[in-house]
């Protein structure tokens, strides 16, 4: 049996549906998160809507395939930072990568909390919603490890740092002109100068 | 001239939209807000989505009207608290009482959630949402200010308490299993017990 036709085909799909997703992505950059639908991204994408639903069949798959990319991109960052950095430097910048300090993560809050706002009815959408929320649980753990040690404070400290750092996010990418980056930076310094303060006593 | 027809249709006007007011947030606490469309909340209603378009075009319009029948909702029962306590109990009241500590407010916080999910592409939900955030901004700076009194620090106290108390709303609201009501209390008490501290030094 040849499988010369089938390789090229599977290849040619996954080039397609990244094609597509960066399609998606400059919809939400130019336009913003609400205007993703399969209608423009197909436009963006100089396809049709029928031969996009062949890879995202509705605005909640595309939402879907965005916010995996979001985590994607983040776990990366991670990486790249860890490679650089380590202890409490290390710790304070993966906090700071999960703030909307920038274009590229104030597009990727958006896209979160689009896809909080839409996935209650919907189980997949919940599940993708449910691994992003997973992850950024995990790094703020990892990350208040490295800036306050591994003493009995740590829990508390993890768990204030998390909701804090998803409040900063929500109203940093809502509210940009209240809560500019220098803002939300400010916050986040002076929440882990506390939790220094009491990890020293 | 004789206004006698007049003033009836206009009573008749607002008593029918707080029926259509209502019919929407029984949608919204059956089947979640993502359900609620001017086709489901005229069904609900008993009336046809013709007849509601006439009280409400849009569902953003739907949405938009249930976000300032929150903000009420919230400064009746913030008065409320004021009439029968004071201080720092007032305070703590305050700022549990945005949190999504049951039912009610748990779908206050999600239409709150869907409400900034969609805002940005429409200037008169902005208007809502933003008024939503000044006032929710505005409350917890007072319930700071009777929790760790008047002194150098407030601001900065402030500023985290707002942060945090939306992190936990977003997370209590999202993933109730993962962060029920007790967790976000404990959050909270632990939070204010670290300003208290600070205050005291």
Avoid at 19 to 28: D, G, P, Q
Avoid at 33 to 49: C, L
Avoid at 139 to 145: L, N, P
Avoid at 153 to 163: D, G, K, Q
């Amino acid at each position: 049996m040849c499988y010369n036709n089938l390789v090229p085909r599977i290849v040619d799909h996954a080039l397609r549906r990244r094609e597509l997703a960066e399609a998606l992505w400059r919809v939400v950059r130019r336009d913003g998160v609400h205007e993703v639908s399969v209608r423009t991204v197909a436009e963006e994408a100089g396809t049709s809507p029928g031969a996009l639903r062949h890879y995202f069949a509705s605005q909640d798959e595309l939402l879907g395939f965005a916010l995996r990319a979001v985590v994607d991109r983040a776990a990366a960052r991670f990486a790249g930072l860890s490679a650089t950095l380590t202890g409490a430097p290390l710790g304070v910048r993966v906090l700071e990568d999960l703030l909307p300090l920038d274009a590229e993560r104030t597009e990727e809050v958006q896209v979160y909390l689009a896809l909080v706002a839409r996935s209650a009815a919907d189980p997949a959408l919940r599940r993708v919603r449910d691994e992003a929320e997973a992850l950024v649980a995990a790094a703020v753990d990892e990350a208040v490890r490295l800036v306050v040690g591994d003493g009995p404070e740590l829990p508390a400290a993890s768990r204030s740092t998390y909701h804090l750092v998803d409040g900063l996010a929500l109203h940093g990418a809502t509210w940009p002109e209240r809560y500019p980056p220098a803002h939300l930076r400010e916050v986040l310094h002076a929440h882990l100068a506390v939790l220094a303060r009491g990890a020293e006593r």
